[in-house]
């Protein structure tokens, strides 16, 4: 049953290139973008950890994990659980942050009443990573054992799997986990700035601390075996700690003004690996987003000298136009970007939402992207990513919404435990590990709407099983959500786009 219930696993490293003769666009006539936006910000209330506030929407949800830390004489209740599974993953977990304060960063001014959930969902993040960090040269990473949780099928008010604690510190480094985390707070500090100060300088002080850490002590958090023995191989580092480090630098520059985190990255560019995987971003590997975020300081003429990063986010936009000649990222016939593993839809959110910062980037400095003897302009960044957008709420060939309570036709067996099984007050005995096997095996559709919940999405072929132990497809996450907040901010701000 194992295999089963894992929790959604990162796609495969290895891009996969075709060329494609045409970029279907999209067929919907309108969206409500805005509904979209408030389900998708909605969905991280269904994730909570902890003790649930009076304001809590998602009502089959309750308290959870009320002693998490215990185990390691520290506080570490709250957080989000990551997927469908009842684990705490700091290092998707930090990235998932990082994303959604970017989103309210760059899209914010769009969200009228959907900018404090925004902020809320942040903050339920944030609150515990400065659990996590509250130790010098120390960051706790995750909380569960996820071979254990894996195989139970179990409500998080219900688990009594082990909540077994796991940390790195000097002598077992984990740079990628740390400086994810780092660059989490930075951008979350941008996001409290004004409303929060305080806390604002809170996390700000936090993430200068555990970045320096991260850089000061080297290494994969998973080559600790300690460490390995719980994340792998569901949040194995698979692209190495370099790009973390750049990331993180990019960030508390964004957040600090301080221009000894530009010379980081112009000291350390090539030797932490800047022009490597340019098509690849998502928890485990930031290189097209530090592109991104890096080239905004030489389009607005801020630091000419990052002239380099502005080629390399060319590059990758170029891989993502099938009318230019470059080597292309996979789309299914239907028009979804494609990699080849598990849960696709973590890369079409991260992607599109690229594709908007940087069209907002080229756009403030008047410039294009320049594919060969083709331009691409900001216009045309906007238009693949709704074109990805309308195609995960129902502009597809399945004429499905991918977002679960949006639409009349969306999934209806995500796997993911509260979800499939009964809620506590409809139900409120407990239900044991091998208790909930009758309700992950059985027929009905799951009992409780996760709202806004993005699920792994079609094969390649634009099919999609609504099959509960299909986790690869029908497990949502996190990581998926986060950057879409972004991306549907901009569309409901723009709504004749």
Same mark, same amino acid.
């Given at each position: 049953?194992?295999?089963?219930?894992?929790?959604? !696993?990162?796609? %495969?490293?290895?891009?996969?290139?075709?060329?494609?003769?045409?970029?279907?666009?999209?067929? %919907?006539?309108?969206?409500?973008?805005?509904?979209?936006?408030?389900?998708?910000?909605?969905?991280?209330?269904?994730?909570?950890?902890?003790?649930? =506030?009076?304001?809590?929407?998602?009502?089959?949800?309750?308290?959870?994990?009320?002693?998490?830390?215990?185990?390691?004489?520290? @506080?570490?209740?709250?957080?989000?659980?990551?997927?469908?599974?009842?684990?705490?993953?700091?290092? =998707?977990?930090?990235?998932?942050?990082?994303?959604?304060?970017?989103?309210?960063?760059?899209?914010?001014? +769009?969200?009228?009443?959907?900018?404090?959930?925004?902020?809320?969902?942040?903050?339920?993040?944030?609150?515990?990573?400065?659990?996590?960090?509250?130790?010098?040269?120390?960051?706790?990473? !995750?909380?569960?054992?996820?071979?254990? $949780?894996?195989?139970?099928?179990?409500?998080?008010?219900?688990?009594?799997? =082990?909540?077994?604690?796991?940390?790195?510190?000097?002598?077992?480094?984990? %740079?990628? *986990?740390?400086?994810?985390?780092?660059?989490?707070?930075?951008?979350?500090?941008?996001?409290?700035?004004?409303?929060? =100060?305080?806390?604002?300088?809170?996390?700000?002080?936090?993430?200068?601390?555990?970045?320096?850490?991260?850089?000061?002590?080297?290494?994969?958090?998973?080559?600790?075996?300690?460490?390995?023995?719980?994340?792998?191989?569901?949040?194995? $580092?698979? @692209?190495?700690?370099?790009?973390?480090?750049?990331?993180?630098?990019?960030?508390?520059?964004?957040?600090?003004?301080?221009?000894?985190?530009?010379?980081?990255?112009?000291?350390?560019?090539?030797?932490?690996?800047? @022009?490597?995987?340019?098509?690849?971003?998502?928890?485990?590997?930031?290189?097209?987003?530090?592109?991104?975020?890096?080239?905004?300081?030489?389009?607005?003429?801020?630091?000419?000298?990052?002239?380099?990063?502005?080629?390399?986010? $060319?590059?990758?936009?170029?891989?993502?136009?099938?009318?230019?000649? @470059?080597?292309?990222?996979?789309?299914?016939?239907?028009?979804?970007?494609?990699?080849?593993?598990?849960?696709?839809?973590?890369? *079409?959110?991260?992607?599109?939402?690229?594709?908007?910062?940087?069209?907002?980037?080229?756009?403030?400095?008047?410039?294009?992207?320049?594919?060969?003897?083709?331009?691409?302009?900001?216009?045309?960044?906007?238009?693949?990513?709704?074109?990805?957008?309308?195609?995960?709420?129902? $502009?597809?060939?399945?004429?499905?919404?991918?977002?679960?309570?949006?639409?009349?036709?969306?999934? !209806?067996?995500?796997?993911?435990?509260?979800?499939?099984?009964?809620?506590?007050?409809?139900? /409120?005995?407990?239900?044991?590990?091998?208790?909930?096997?009758?309700?992950?095996?059985?027929?009905?559709?799951?009992?409780?709407?996760?709202?806004?919940?993005?699920?792994?999405?079609?094969?390649?072929?634009?099919?999609?099983?609504?099959?509960?132990?299909?986790?690869?497809?029908?497990?949502?996450?996190?990581?998926?959500?986060?950057?879409?907040?972004?991306?549907?901010?901009? +569309? %409901?701000?723009? /709504?004749?786009?």
């Amino acid at each position: 049953m194992s295999s089963l219930l894992s929790s959604a !696993q990162r796609a %495969s490293g290895d891009t996969f290139y075709v060329n494609e003769e045409s970029y279907p666009q999209s067929t %919907s006539a309108h969206h409500d973008y805005r509904e979209a936006l408030s389900k998708c910000i909605m969905f991280f209330e269904g994730q909570r950890s902890g003790k649930l =506030p009076a304001n809590q929407r998602i009502k089959w949800r309750k308290d959870s994990a009320l002693r998490d830390g215990v185990a390691a004489n520290v @506080d570490l209740v709250g957080g989000y659980y990551d997927a469908g599974d009842n684990i705490k993953f700091g290092f =998707p977990l930090a990235f998932t942050t990082t994303m959604l304060s970017w989103s309210v960063i760059e899209f914010g001014r +769009f969200m009228d009443n959907e900018l404090q959930n925004a902020k809320t969902s942040i903050r339920w993040a944030t609150d515990y990573l400065l659990k996590a960090t509250a130790h010098p040269d120390t960051v706790y990473v !995750q909380v569960g054992n996820a071979n254990a $949780d894996h195989n139970c099928w179990e409500r998080p008010e219900d688990m009594d799997t =082990p909540r077994s604690v796991y940390k790195i510190n000097k002598d077992s480094p984990g %740079s990628d *986990v740390a400086a994810e985390t780092a660059a989490a707070l930075a951008a979350a500090s941008i996001v409290f700035q004004t409303s929060d =100060p305080g806390y604002s300088q809170v996390l700000l002080r936090t993430a200068i601390r555990v970045f320096g850490f991260a850089d000061k002590y080297r290494g994969a958090y998973s080559d600790s075996q300690t460490v390995r023995a719980g994340v792998c191989p569901f949040y194995c $580092d698979f @692209d190495g700690y370099q790009d973390e480090l750049l990331w993180g630098a990019a960030w508390l520059h964004k957040a600090t003004k301080n221009h000894s985190y530009i010379n980081y990255i112009q000291i350390n560019g090539k030797t932490l690996g800047a @022009d490597e995987n340019i098509n690849e971003f998502g928890w485990d590997n930031k290189h097209a987003g530090i592109n991104v975020l890096v080239s905004k300081e030489f389009l607005l003429g801020k630091v000419a000298s990052l002239e380099t990063y502005r080629g390399y986010a $060319d590059d990758f936009i170029c891989s993502l136009m099938p009318e230019t000649s @470059d080597e292309h990222v996979s789309y299914t016939p239907g028009g979804l970007i494609y990699k080849p593993g598990g849960s696709n839809m973590q890369h *079409v959110t991260a992607i599109s939402f690229l594709l908007l910062a940087y069209a907002n980037y080229l756009g403030h400095s008047s410039q294009v992207v320049r594919c060969g003897s083709i331009q691409v302009t900001p216009s045309r960044l906007r238009t693949a990513a709704k074109r990805q957008v309308d195609y995960i709420l129902g $502009d597809n060939p399945l004429k499905l919404s991918y977002m679960v309570g949006y639409g009349p036709r969306f999934p !209806q067996y995500i796997h993911h435990r509260g979800s499939s099984l009964p809620s506590v007050t409809e139900y /409120p005995k407990h239900i044991t590990c091998k208790g909930g096997s009758q309700f992950f095996f059985n027929k009905n559709p799951n009992p409780n709407l996760l709202v806004g919940a993005v699920v792994g999405g079609p094969d390649n072929k634009d099919q999609y099983p609504d099959n509960r132990p299909n986790f690869r497809q029908s497990e949502p996450t996190t990581y998926i959500n986060a950057p879409l907040v972004g991306a549907l901010a901009f +569309f %409901s701000g723009h /709504p004749e786009f």
